[in-house]
T-cell receptor
Framework: DAKTTQPPSMDCAEGRAANLPCNHS???????VYWYRQIHSQGPQYIIH???NNETNEMASLIITEDRKSSTLIRPHATLRDTAVYYC??????????FGTGTLLAVQP | DTEVTQTPKHLVMGMTNKKSLKCEQH?????MYWYKQKAKKPPELMFV???????INESVPSRFSPECPNSSLLNLHLHALQPEDSALYLC?????????????FGSGTQLSVL
C-alpha cells in the first residue's frame, strides 16, 4: 500500500469549506484513494473514495490530481460536528486499509 | 440496517482472564475485520475474514484468537493479555474483500487490561 502524508492538524471556520490535503506520491495505478473520518469515541466513518476521476457524494468532494500523487477532500459548509480526525488512505489490491496518522480538523464557531 | 454492532462497549479484565469481544452485522457483508486502536493513534489492522475464512493475520500474538462462526458474526477471544493490550478494538465489515469497497465500522470495545 502507498504511504500517505497529511498535515497533523487544521482549523476551519464554521460555515466555510474545509479543504484537507493528502500526498500519496508512491500510489500505483490500481490503488484507490479513500477518505474516512473518526469523531471522538466513535468508529471511523467512510466519506468517499476514488481512482482517477474527481468524485462527489452527499458528504464531500474528492479532487485527485492528474498524476494521482495528491488529493484534496473538500467538505463544504463545515459544521462543529465535522470536528474529527480525517484519514486519507491509498488502498492496495485487496480491501486491506492501512490507516496513516490523519489530520485533526477543528471547526471553530 | 447499516450498522455494525459491537459488544460489550467497555471491558475490564485481568491478565489471567479469558474474555470475548463480539461483532455483528446484518448487511449481508462477507468480509469482516478486526482493528486495534491505541489512544491518539490510527487504527491498526489485526485480522480479516472473507467468507468466514481467515484471509489476513497481521502477525498478531496468539493471545488474540479470532473466530467467524457465520457470515453475520465475528468474535475475538482474549486470553492472558498484557496491560499494553489495552486499547479500543474496532470491528468492520464490507460487502466483499476487494478494492472499491467501503468499510462500515462499529463503535468499538474499549478494553482495559489490569
Amino acid at each position: 500500500d502507498a504511504k500517505t502524508t497529511q498535515p497533523p492538524s487544521m482549523d476551519c471556520a464554521e460555515g466555510r469549506a474545509a479543504n484537507l490535503p493528502c500526498n500519496h506520491s508512491t500510489i500505483s495505478g490500481n490503488e484507490y484513494v479513500y477518505w474516512y473520518r473518526q469523531i471522538h469515541s466513535q468508529g471511523p466513518q467512510y466519506i468517499i473514495h476514488g481512482l482517477k476521476n474527481n468524485e462527489t457524494n452527499e458528504m464531500a468532494s474528492l479532487i485527485i490530481t492528474e498524476d494521482r500523487k495528491s488529493s484534496t477532500l473538500i467538505r463544504p459548509h463545515a459544521t462543529l460536528r465535522d470536528t474529527a480526525v480525517y484519514y486519507c488512505i491509498a488502498g492496495g489490491a485487496t480491501n486491506k486499509l492501512i490507516f496513516g496518522t490523519g489530520t485533526l480538523l477543528a471547526v471553530q464557531p | 440496517d447499516t450498522e455494525v454492532t459491537q459488544t460489550p462497549k467497555h471491558l475490564v479484565m485481568g491478565m489471567t482472564n479469558k474474555k470475548s469481544l463480539k461483532c455483528e452485522q446484518h448487511m449481508g457483508h462477507r468480509a469482516m475485520y478486526w482493528y486495534k486502536q491505541k489512544a491518539k493513534k490510527p487504527p491498526e489492522l489485526m485480522f480479516v475474514y472473507s467468507y468466514e475464512k481467515l484471509s489476513i493475520n497481521e502477525s498478531v500474538p496468539s493471545r488474540f484468537s479470532p473466530e467467524c462462526p457465520n457470515s453475520s458474526l465475528l468474535n475475538l477471544h482474549l486470553h492472558a493479555l498484557q496491560p499494553e493490550d489495552s486499547a479500543l478494538y474496532l470491528c468492520a465489515s464490507s460487502h466483499r474483500l476487494v478494492e472499491n469497497e467501503k468499510l462500515f465500522f462499529g463503535s468499538g470495545t474499549q478494553l482495559s487490561v489490569l
